[in-house]
């Protein structure tokens, strides 16, 4: 979307995206070993709907693509530190804190290229 402009996030993203179906692929076995069926779904209004494209912000803004992959990865750590909350078992709570560390480091990534951008 950037035509070739920005080298280190497009990598950053690239780099991204394969920890993050990582944690798909763990939290999707968890749940299949707890003998439930994973999902793929978003939140509203205490319903859940299917992902889908139509989810995709296609900005060609670098600061605006910026923001709008930190807020998922604030949401996501907010989301895996409620679902601690509610779950005993240690070895969950154990993977979600490793799940969290990866996404708070994401987090870095991501606000370290905002202010890299943001100055020039």
């Known amino acids: ?3 070739g402009k920005y080298e280190d ?3 950053a993203v690239a780099g991204i995206a394969v920890i993050e179906m990582k944690h798909l692929e763990l939290l999707g076995e968890t749940i299949k070993l ?3 069926k994973p999902m ?3 939140p509203h209004m205490g319903l859940y ?3 889908n494209s139509k989810l995709i912000d296609y900005s060609t803004n670098i600061n605006k ?3 709008i992959d930190i807020q ?3 949401d ?3 989301q895996y530190e409620n679902h601690k909350i509610l779950i005993k078992d240690k070895y969950i709570v154990e993977l979600l804190n490793r799940i969290i560390e990866d996404e708070k480091l994401h987090l870095k990534f991501f606000r370290e290229l905002k202010g890299k951008y943001e100055r020039s």
């Open 40 to 42: 793929y779904a978003i």
């Open 72 to 74: 998922p990865e604030l």
């Open 34 to 36: 707890l003998g439930l």
């Open 9 to 11: 996030y497009a990598e």
């Open 65 to 67: 693509m910026i923001d």
């Open 1 to 3: 979307m950037s035509d």
């Open 76 to 78: 996501a750590i907010k």
């Open 49 to 51: 709907y299917p992902w």
